[in-house]
């Protein structure tokens, strides 16, 4: 579905001038600078897969995404969407995708959204009959009845992304973008937009490529993840086999029955990471990190029990955001 | 995946893919329908409306109470008189509306492309440029037009014209093609737009020459003024060229005789020429960063 | 002319200690300078309005030019003069009646007028001095084609000698505020219509025409003129004009801009009126 290779952007701006007479300084001078804000992405995207692009804020997402939806030209290499180069073909290409931002709807403001939706249907080629189907099911889906007739500018964020999200869709795309679907949402709305795009994925088959800093999106939605920085892939494959190479280790979180239980005895395989105590702990709770891989979890957990009297037990592994903050930091990923 | 269902996903009708056949639609008509959503937007605020088109109106007509103290003090301008003047500005004043009604949107470039709203017009299947030109509606081009033909009207009884049928042709001809020119213009400089950043002043600079400096017969300039007031700046185009011809003036040209006919001609090209000239400068289109 | 000049004409700061007004002074003086180099932010934008008002005044040094032909004199007014007016005009035109929007509108109507208010320093004070920070930014392009009049012998030094120069200055100064104010409340009915776009079009048509930036008073017709000479407009560039050709002199020329200094004094009551009435505007309707 997308092909690309060795995909570069390059910005060139004039320099901004500070101190005094900036103004007049940078009206004199001619000096340029050029930033590479994408320096050699290749990827691909299969037909019918969801994928989450990732990175921190800068990395060179959105660029990704505009040179993608033929928005912007590379600099450099190639990208084909659907057999096309977005760009060269932008308006069939166009015809082909749905895109949403989070930040920037693509509604029109003054128009009540079922109007915005009549635009759309008229501007994409949507026969009248085709156009009611569409409009019947994704009112349902996302249970627009409401604010159908809402102007846009009234509408609450979580009513303006269910509506971007039809606009997008009402032409039945084989390929979306979202860009920061969830971004402001509160949980409900959040959970609602999440089973709209597994469901279109699913059902339609739809094509998604999802970016977002909500790890939770990611998690819910994502068998595979892109991450980016500086303009560079770090890592592109599956989820799970991130977090397993990430963060070899598992934690076995125990609530001792009493506080004075005599030393604490680590079974072979697991080092004891004590808990900061909270003033709401009543008791003492301890963590035991072992690998998954050399230790099996039963056997860690029937070493303790047999060692200790313990209340509570709690299998846990390391958060996402933990992870996916280290490779942010470090700059790249462990092989 | 994980969480279940909201209501209605369950529904029947969710089951079955989305994938309509989708027909083809042509340029024209996707401007249409844009066009025709902004102005019904226009005229749902009708004070707004009102408000911007008197604002036009009192704009244009300040030059026409300018020229008109002049006309009363000294009588003629580089030797045409009352009428003479009338018909040029009212001839000017149309062809600007025939530029400003459907094309006045260019001067929204600025604003698309640097708050990022041209991302917006580039992700639909439809020309970036037509979709800029149905952007909005600026009402104050409808206090244009109302003011160009009510002095046009005016003007031409004043004016020492006999108006046959090829007279009033030549007249609407002339009116569309000098709409085109300064239409072709702005293009131009809407083009420059995609690597200056901002060329608001100088859209402005050139519309308000235009409309200051239409009225007067471009001999006033003097030779050089004259010649770079029809090739640098084509204001030669817009109204004085097919005017000369309509007054019987044309033996006061630098140039021959029938390029008072030029601009029927030269409209469509500088139009055509601004066209390409926007749709050339857009491929260098850094969209702003997110 | 950048802060201590929009303390002074709004009023708007009670008695407060020295320390107060000088630190409100600097935070003016720095809104202005910010605005200035707003003014010049952009580089084609400079180079543009440059050669913008350079265009023009050779333009209308041609137009006059050519209306006198050679007609030595209309209604006592003599072809250099009326050459060298039509000069000045465009060049006082640029200054005081440019196409921006002042920045009130754009906060009432985003909505931030409700933080603007909790500053320090007075909202009317700082729209001031953001006005004459843009007014400043403008000063070098209109020195620039005063300049070139000069050196095309279309402009000549002003009638009176060092006097002279001298009045046209305190009556340019005085031009310059009346023309800020005027802008000010017609900027401000921005807190009764939210699109003042056409108020400030017609108010900018209206102001070239009447204060004869366009084409003196003189060559209009006498019930024209009386009417004019009755409102706030001619005070903003036919009076500094009059002075600098010298038809008005001597005591009629203190009396000129003694009406000038009233005007100023009119518009700042006006505009203190519009704004508290706003203000009550704003309080009650929440912003």
Same mark, same amino acid.
């Given at each position: 579905?997308?092909?690309?290779?060795?995909?570069v952007?390059?910005?060139?701006?004039?320099?901004?001038?500070?101190?005094?007479?900036?103004?007049?300084?940078?009206l004199?001078?001619r000096?340029?600078?050029t930033?590479?804000?994408?320096?050699?992405?290749?990827?691909?995207?299969?037909?019918g897969?969801?994928?989450?692009?990732?990175g921190p804020?800068g990395?060179?997402?959105?660029?990704t995404?505009?040179?993608?939806?033929g928005?912007?030209?590379p600099?450099?290499?190639?990208v084909? &969407?659907?057999g096309?180069?977005p760009?060269r073909?932008r308006?069939?290409?166009?015809?082909?995708i749905?895109v949403?931002?989070?930040?920037?709807?693509?509604?029109?403001h003054?128009?009540?959204l079922r109007?915005?939706f009549?635009l759309v249907?008229?501007?994409?080629g949507?026969?009248?009959?085709?156009y009611?189907?569409?409009l019947?099911?994704?009112?349902?889906l996302?249970?627009?009845?409401e604010?159908? =007739?809402t102007?846009?500018?009234?509408?609450?964020?979580?009513?303006?992304?269910?509506?971007?999200?039809?606009?997008a869709?009402?032409?039945?795309p084989?390929?979306?973008?979202l860009?920061e679907?969830? &971004?402001g949402? =509160?949980?409900?709305?959040?959970?609602?937009?999440r089973?709209?795009?597994?469901?279109?994925?699913?059902?339609?088959?739809t094509t998604?490529?999802?970016?977002?800093?909500?790890?939770?999106?990611?998690?819910?939605?994502?068998?595979?993840v892109?991450?980016i920085?500086?303009?560079q892939?770090?890592?592109?494959?599956?989820?799970?086999?991130l977090?397993r190479r990430y963060?070899p280790?598992?934690?076995?979180?125990?609530?001792?029955?009493?506080?004075d239980?005599?030393?604490?005895?680590?079974?072979?395989?697991?080092?004891?990471?004590?808990?900061?105590?909270?003033?709401?702990?009543t008791?003492?709770?301890?963590?035991?990190?072992?690998d998954?891989a050399q230790?099996?979890?039963?056997?860690?957990v029937?070493?303790?029990?047999?060692?200790?009297?313990?209340?509570d037990?709690?299998?846990?592994?390391?958060?996402?955001e933990?992870?996916?903050?280290?490779?942010?930091s470090?700059?790249?990923?462990?092989? | 995946?994980?969480e279940?269902?909201?209501?209605?996903a369950a529904?029947t009708?969710?089951?079955?893919?989305w994938?309509p056949?989708?027909?083809?639609v042509s340029?024209?008509r996707?401007?249409w !329908?844009?066009?025709? *959503?902004?102005l019904?937007v !226009?005229?749902?605020?009708?004070?707004?409306?009102?408000?911007?088109?008197?604002?036009?109106?009192?704009l244009?007509?300040s030059?026409l109470?300018f020229?008109?103290?002049?006309?009363?003090?000294?009588e003629?301008?580089g030797?045409?008189g009352?009428?003479? $003047?009338?018909?040029?500005?009212?001839m000017?004043l149309c062809?600007?509306?025939v530029? *400003?009604?459907?094309f006045?949107?260019?001067?929204?470039? /600025?604003?698309?492309?640097?708050e990022? /709203?041209y %991302?917006?017009?580039?992700?639909r299947p439809?020309?970036?440029f037509?979709q800029?030109?149905?952007?909005?509606?600026?009402?104050?081009?409808?206090?244009?037009?109302s003011?160009?033909v009510?002095?046009?009207?005016?003007a031409a009884?004043?004016?020492p014209v006999?108006?046959?049928?090829?007279a009033?042709?030549?007249?609407?001809?002339?009116?569309?093609?000098?709409?085109? $020119?300064?239409?072709?213009v702005q293009?131009a400089?809407?083009?420059?737009?995609?690597?200056?950043?901002?060329?608001?002043?100088?859209?402005v *600079? $050139?519309?308000t020459?235009?409309a200051d400096?239409?009225?007067?017969?471009?001999g006033?300039?003097?030779?050089?003024?004259?010649l770079?007031?029809?090739?640098?700046l084509?204001?030669?185009?817009?109204?004085?060229?097919p005017?000369?011809?309509?007054?019987?003036? *044309?033996d006061?040209?630098?140039l021959?005789?029938?390029?008072?006919?030029?601009?029927?001609?030269?409209g469509?090209l500088?139009f055509?020429?601004?066209y390409?000239?926007?749709?050339?400068?857009?491929r260098?289109? %850094?969209?702003?960063?997110g | 002319m950048?802060?201590?000049?929009?303390?002074?004409?709004?009023?708007a700061t009670?008695?407060?200690?020295?320390?107060?007004?000088? #630190?409100q002074a600097?935070?003016?003086?720095a @809104?202005?300078?910010?605005?200035?180099?707003?003014?010049?932010?952009?580089?084609?934008?400079?180079?543009?309005?440059g050669?913008?008002?350079l265009?023009?005044v050779v333009?209308? @040094?041609l137009?006059?030019? #050519?209306?006198?032909?050679s007609?030595?004199?209309?209604v006592?007014? +003599?072809?250099?003069?009326?050459?060298?007016?039509?000069?000045?005009?465009?060049?006082?035109?640029?200054?005081l009646?440019p196409?921006?929007?002042?920045?009130?509108?754009v906060?009432?109507r985003q909505?931030?007028?409700?933080? +603007?208010?909790?500053?320090?320093?007075?909202?009317?004070?700082q729209?001031?001095a953001?006005?004459v920070?843009t007014?400043?930014?403008?000063v070098?392009r209109c020195?620039?084609?005063?300049?070139?009049?000069?050196v @095309?012998?279309?402009?000549?030094?002003p009638?009176?000698?060092?006097?002279?120069l001298? #009045?046209?200055?305190?009556?340019t100064?005085?031009?310059v505020?009346v023309?800020l104010?005027?802008?000010?409340?017609v900027?401000?009915?921005?807190?009764?219509t939210?699109?003042?776009?056409g108020?400030?079009?017609?108010?900018?048509a209206?102001a070239?025409?009447?204060s004869g930036?366009? @084409?003196?008073?003189w060559?209009?017709?006498?019930?024209?003129?009386?009417?004019l000479?009755?409102?706030?407009f001619?005070?903003?560039?036919?009076?500094p004009?009059?002075?600098?050709?010298?038809?008005?002199?001597g005591? +009629?020329?203190v009396?000129?801009?003694?009406?000038q200094a009233l005007?100023?004094?009119?518009?700042?009551?006006l505009?203190q009126?519009?704004?508290?009435r706003?203000?009550?505007?704003?309080?009650?309707?929440?912003?």
């Amino acid at each position: 579905m997308i092909r690309a290779e060795g995909l570069v952007k390059e910005f060139t701006r004039p320099v901004r001038r500070t101190g005094p007479l900036a103004g007049v300084r940078s009206l004199l001078t001619r000096e340029r600078v050029t930033t590479r804000a994408v320096d050699g992405v290749s990827f691909t995207v299969d037909r019918g897969e969801l994928v989450g692009y990732l990175g921190p804020n800068g990395a060179g997402k959105s660029t990704t995404i505009k040179m993608l939806t033929g928005v912007l030209v590379p600099t450099a290499g190639t990208v084909e &969407v659907d057999g096309r180069v977005p760009w060269r073909d932008r308006t069939r290409n166009a015809r082909g995708i749905g895109v949403v931002f989070g930040q920037r709807t693509q509604l029109w403001h003054d128009l009540p959204l079922r109007d915005s939706f009549e635009l759309v249907a008229k501007l994409y080629g949507l026969d009248q009959p085709d156009y009611q189907r569409a409009l019947g099911r994704f009112t349902e889906l996302l249970d627009l009845h409401e604010f159908l =007739d809402t102007p846009v500018r009234g509408l609450s964020l979580g009513q303006r992304m269910r509506g971007d999200l039809t606009a997008a869709m009402l032409y039945g795309p084989p390929l979306l973008y979202l860009d920061e679907p969830t &971004v402001g949402l =509160d949980v409900v709305a959040k959970a609602r937009i999440r089973e709209f795009v597994a469901e279109t994925n699913a059902v339609d088959g739809t094509t998604v490529v999802l970016t977002t800093h909500d790890l939770v999106d990611v998690e819910r939605l994502c068998r595979r993840v892109l991450l980016i920085d500086h303009g560079q892939v770090l890592y592109d494959g599956d989820l799970a086999a991130l977090r397993r190479r990430y963060v070899p280790y598992r934690d076995l979180v125990v609530t001792l029955a009493r506080e004075d239980d005599g030393p604490l005895v680590a079974p072979p395989g697991t080092t004891v990471v004590e808990r900061p105590r909270s003033a709401r702990d009543t008791a003492r709770v301890v963590v035991f990190r072992f690998d998954p891989a050399q230790t099996p979890t039963p056997a860690v957990v029937a070493a303790v029990t047999a060692e200790h009297e313990v209340v509570d037990l709690d299998v846990t592994d390391p958060d996402l955001e933990a992870v996916i903050a280290e490779i942010y930091s470090s700059g790249r990923v462990r092989a | 995946m994980a969480e279940p269902p909201a209501d209605g996903a369950a529904g029947t009708a969710a089951r079955e893919p989305w994938r309509p056949q989708l027909r083809e639609v042509s340029p024209l008509r996707a401007w249409w !329908v844009l066009m025709a *959503t902004s102005l019904r937007v !226009v005229f749902a605020y009708r004070s707004n409306l009102l408000n911007t088109a008197l604002g036009s109106v009192a704009l244009q007509g300040s030059q026409l109470l300018f020229v008109g103290v002049l006309l009363h003090r000294f009588e003629q301008v580089g030797g045409w008189g009352f009428g003479e $003047v009338a018909l040029l500005f009212a001839m000017r004043l149309c062809a600007h509306a025939v530029c *400003t009604v459907p094309f006045g949107q260019h001067s929204a470039i /600025d604003f698309l492309i640097n708050e990022g /709203d041209y %991302d917006r017009l580039l992700l639909r299947p439809v020309s970036p440029f037509l979709q800029m030109l149905a952007w909005r509606f600026n009402p104050g081009s409808l206090g244009d037009l109302s003011l160009g033909v009510v002095v046009l009207v005016v003007a031409a009884r004043l004016a020492p014209v006999e108006w046959t049928a090829g007279a009033v042709v030549l007249l609407v001809l002339a009116i569309l093609a000098g709409g085109l $020119v300064e239409a072709g213009v702005q293009f131009a400089l809407s083009s420059l737009s995609f690597r200056l950043r901002a060329t608001w002043s100088l859209k402005v *600079t $050139v519309d308000t020459t235009f409309a200051d400096f239409g009225p007067y017969p471009l001999g006033v300039f003097g030779t050089v003024g004259s010649l770079a007031l029809t090739f640098v700046l084509p204001l030669a185009f817009i109204a004085y060229l097919p005017a000369t011809a309509l007054l019987g003036r *044309t033996d006061e040209l630098l140039l021959p005789a029938w390029a008072a006919y030029s601009s029927l001609l030269v409209g469509p090209l500088v139009f055509w020429g601004g066209y390409r000239a926007f749709v050339h400068q857009s491929r260098h289109y %850094d969209s702003p960063a997110g | 002319m950048t802060g201590p000049v929009a303390t002074s004409t709004t009023g708007a700061t009670t008695a407060a200690p020295a320390g107060h007004l000088a #630190a409100q002074a600097r935070a003016l003086v720095a @809104i202005g300078r910010q605005s200035v180099r707003s003014a010049l932010a952009v580089r084609s934008e400079v180079l543009v309005s440059g050669v913008a008002v350079l265009v023009r005044v050779v333009l209308v @040094i041609l137009v006059w030019r #050519a209306v006198y032909g050679s007609t030595p004199e209309v209604v006592g007014v +003599d072809r250099s003069t009326a050459v060298a007016y039509a000069v000045l005009g465009a060049v006082f035109t640029n200054v005081l009646n440019p196409f921006w929007r002042s920045s009130l509108e754009v906060r009432v109507r985003q909505g931030r007028i409700a933080v +603007d208010l909790l500053r320090p320093v007075g909202l009317v004070p700082q729209t001031l001095a953001q006005q004459v920070g843009t007014t400043a930014a403008a000063v070098p392009r209109c020195v620039l084609a005063v300049l070139l009049a000069l050196v @095309i012998g279309a402009l000549q030094a002003p009638a009176g000698g060092v006097l002279g120069l001298l #009045a046209f200055a305190v009556s340019t100064v005085l031009g310059v505020a009346v023309a800020l104010l005027c802008n000010l409340v017609v900027a401000m009915t921005a807190f009764w219509t939210l699109e003042v776009g056409g108020a400030l079009m017609v108010y900018r048509a209206v102001a070239q025409f009447a204060s004869g930036a366009l @084409i003196p008073l003189w060559f209009m017709p006498g019930w024209l003129r009386g009417t004019l000479e009755w409102l706030p407009f001619q005070a903003q560039v036919f009076t500094p004009l009059s002075v600098y050709f010298g038809t008005v002199r001597g005591w +009629d020329a203190v009396g000129a801009v003694a009406v000038q200094a009233l005007w100023v004094v009119l518009l700042a009551l006006l505009a203190q009126l519009v704004w508290s009435r706003a203000l009550h505007r704003v309080v009650v309707q929440g912003g």
